[in-house]
C-alpha cells in the first residue's frame, strides 16, 4: 500500500485500479495515498456527463474516448452509477461496450458504485478522478446517472458539463432541465433522428435565452447527435461535440474562469471530507462510550426522538452553531 501513490504517478495501471478499489471501500490506507499524490493533480481536463439513465451516455463516451483518442489524448473514464449498488448491471454494460478501448494504454476506465452514505460517493468520485489525473490522462469523463443533487454534487468536480436529453421523455424533462439548465455547458439531444428533437431543440434554446447573458459570457452549444444506427453521421456529430468539449476548455482558459472552476471543485471536495471527518468522529466516539446504544434505547422508549437526540449530540460536540468546531481527535 505504501508506494501505491507513487506507482500510480508512473502510471502504474494496477495500481490505480487497487487505489480507486480502497477508495470505494473507504480504507483508511487510501486517503494518505490521496494525500501524497493531491499535490501532483490539477492537470487534468474533467469532462461530466450527467443525463437520464439510457440517454446513451455510455455509448457517447466510448465514441469520445475515440476522438481525443485521434487527437493524442489520454482519456480516463469514471463511471459513476448511485443506482445499482448489488449488481452493477448498467456498468458492467459499460465495462463491455468499452473492451474495444481495452488494448489501449493510453485508456483508463473504471466504475464506482454506491458505497455507505450520500456524500461518499461523491468524495470517492473526487479522489478517483485524482488518480486519473495523477496517472497523467489529459482528460477524465465522469458520467453519472439521472440529475439528482447527489449527481449534481459529483458534476461539481467537473470543468465541463454535459447535459445528455433524448427527445421524447415528455414531462419529466420539465424537471430534470429545471435542475440542469444552470450546470450544463454543452447540451446533447441524443438520438436527435428522434421525433421531438426540434421541439426539444426550441426548448432548450428557450430557456438558455431566458436570463441575460454578458457579452463574451459561453452560450451553451446545443449538439444534435445521431443515431449510432447511423455510423458515419454519429461519428461526424461526435467529432463535433469532443470540439466543442475543448472550445470549453479553452473559453475557461482564456477568460481566467478555469479557477472558478477548480474552487468549485474544491469546495465539493471540502464539503464531503468535512462531513466525513465529523461524522466519523462524533460516531466513533458515541458507540466508544455506549452513548449510540443509550440513544437507541431512548428512542425505542419514545423517550426521546432522532431529532432531538442529533441536535443534542451536535450542540455537545460541535458546541452549537455559532461557536468553532473542534474537529481535531
Ligand atoms: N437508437 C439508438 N439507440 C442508442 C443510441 N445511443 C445509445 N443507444 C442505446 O440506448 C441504450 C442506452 O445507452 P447507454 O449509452 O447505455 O445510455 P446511458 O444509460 O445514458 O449510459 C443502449 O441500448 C444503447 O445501445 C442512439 O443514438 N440511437
Ligand atoms: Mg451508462
Redesign the pocket.
Known sequence: MVELGKKVMAGDVRSASRLIRNIEDNLPGAKQEIRKIFPYTGKAHVVGLT?P????????TDELIRCFRRKGKTVGVLAVDPSSPFTGG?IL??RIRMQRHAEDPGVFVRSLATRGTMGGLSKAAGDAIHVMDAMGKDIVMV?T?GIGQQEVEIIHHAHTVLV?LVPGMGDEIQAIKAGVMEIGDIFVI??AHREGAGKLFKEITAMLDMGPREPGAWRPPIVM?????EPHE?ERCVDELSDKIEAHYQYLVNTNQLGDRQRRRSLAEINAAVRDAILETVLRRLVADGELDRMVEKALNKESDPYTLAEQVAERYLGGSKASMPVAE
Request: aromatic residues 4%; without cysteine; negative net charge.
Open positions: 443525463g439513465p439510457g440517454a446513451g451516455k455510455s455509448t457517447l448498467a454494460g459499460d458520467e446517472v445528455v441524443n438520438k447527435v445521431e443515431s449510432v444506427a454519429f
